[in-house]
């Protein structure tokens, strides 16, 4: 097929194209059951959404679609930012493997060297590592925390530098869905001597070229930012519905997931509203749940990460290799079996979160979004909704298969 530009490839605008659905972007040659996966994805189940793939210096997906607010109804543009919940792990996980590779920070030393009041309460082996692969024992708060104590960042440091491990070193792991930002990203701050938003920016966003960001700043209301809405209950699997439904009666995973009750949270057991629309919740500089941006700039940073954007790599093909070794998977210390997969920080290819192989690593988030990279197949990907989905979100999963079959031929 031929573009209006004449350049191999696909153009979803095209009226005449069977999967226009109200989607708007390209697609190379080759890479069509991707927008026709996508186009059926908003007809049956999206509000708004993005999909871009950038491969071998190449942006090869590029779709977009939907409403991207319901309150003014607004549609989805190439650029609308939306929030992508633990997607921004993987953004943490790239500025500490930047500084790796600058000789700035020992993932196998102990947290301690870096930030000395980490040692307290028996924890002054832990490693910089243990805390990157959810294996630091301080998976949630247990001193209740504030709006105003996220704002100010050092409280929450306060209280888990306190804080003893909620289970003997090496016993274990349990994800971290949100102290993980702060125990990182003091970690990065105490080696940048900045905030963990201004390391990310100048060690990767901006190096890049891209607008995303954790924490949104008061003045920064272009592009505009799709409205977040809470995910439907309703599961056609009731083992799936009843487990989740245990999981999150658990108190813990309660405290875990709203930061001692500072946070609103939208899964089941927690209340079905979000404060993540919330400007001063947006502004917030929480390197594990915060970050903002659209498909292209998420799919072409996690490019750069691995040279796939037609420049010098971000990461060392090194340190490629060390945060891709699988370190943490299975029995959890709490809550069900784990089916998903992290290296250093990174999430993995699993069973829980199928992306293209062994070499792929980046997160997925509550809401539905998908972000990873890929040096084997040289390509960054991004897929974002606004509409949150179930776990396991089947949306990004049918993308990815669509991927990998374009990729396999």
Partial sequence: MVQRDGTPGYDITDPADPADVGVQGRVDAGYEPLAVAFARLLAEDELGAALCVVRGGRTVVDLWGGTADTTTGAAWTADTRVLTFSCTKSLASACAAALVDAGELDLDAPVARYWPEFAAAGKAEHTVREVLCHRAGLVYPETDLTLGDLQAWTPVVEVLQAQRPQWPRGAGFAYHPLTFGWLVGEIIRRITGTAPRTAFRELLADPVGVGVRIGVEPDDADPPIARLEPRRFEFDDPELAAAEEAAFSDPRVARAFTLGGALQFPIRGLGTTTNFNDPAVRALDMPAVNATGS???????????????????????????????????????????????????????????????PRSFGHDGAGGALVFADDAYDLGFAYVPNRMGALPDERSRRLVAALRACVAR
């Fill in 295 to 357: 498909a292209r700039d998420l799919a072409l940073l996690h490019a750069a990460l691995v040279g796939a954007h037609g420049g010098s790599p971000l990461l060392s093909r090194a340190v490629r290799d060390d945060v891709l070794r699988p370190r943490s998977s299975g029995a959890a210390v709490f809550g069900p079996e784990n089916r998903s997969a992290w290296g250093t920080g990174f999430m993995l290819d699993s069973a829980g979160r199928p992306m293209l192989g």
